[in-house]
Nanobody, 116 residues
Framework: EVQLVESGGGLVQPGGSLRLSCTVS????????MSWVRQAPGKGLEWVSG????????KYADSVRDRFTISRDNAKNTVHLQMKSLKPNDTAVYYC?????????WGQGTQVTVSS
């Protein structure tokens, strides 16, 4: 059974930082590109960042470039999203997904709220 479990969300003040983690099981993580996708209240899904298996190469949406960093730990089947300089419009449910561009599996999401 494929499972993706996100953690690390919470409430943070503007300008603060959070680190999201997604631990996966049920597939060969080291051979899989991974992405973070978010959904703000009342809005559609927005791809945030992705990491492939070559390099690995990191990709970012313009809205988060230079503030967010994606990384992967193949030994722990985990992908991270380090978020800094958070803004109120970063408030969203953040989902981990298997794939880059096309997504095969999704986690349940973790809520990130940026508010003073």
């Amino acid at each position: 059974e494929v499972q993706l479990v996100e953690s690390g969300g919470g409430l943070v003040q503007p300008g603060g930082s959070l680190r999201l983690s997604c631990t996966v099981s049920g597939f060969l993580f080291s051979n899989s590109a991974m992405s973070w996708v978010r959904q703000a209240p009342g809005k559609g899904l927005e791809w945030v960042s992705g990491i492939d298996i070559n390099g690995p190469t990191e990709k970012y949406a313009d809205s988060v470039r230079d503030r967010f960093t994606i990384s992967r730990d193949n030994a722990k089947n985990t992908v991270h999203l380090q978020m800094k300089s958070l803004k109120p419009n970063d408030t969203a449910v953040y989902y981990c997904a298997k794939g880059l561009g096309q997504y095969e599996n999704w986690g349940q999401g973790t809520q990130v709220t940026v508010s003073s």
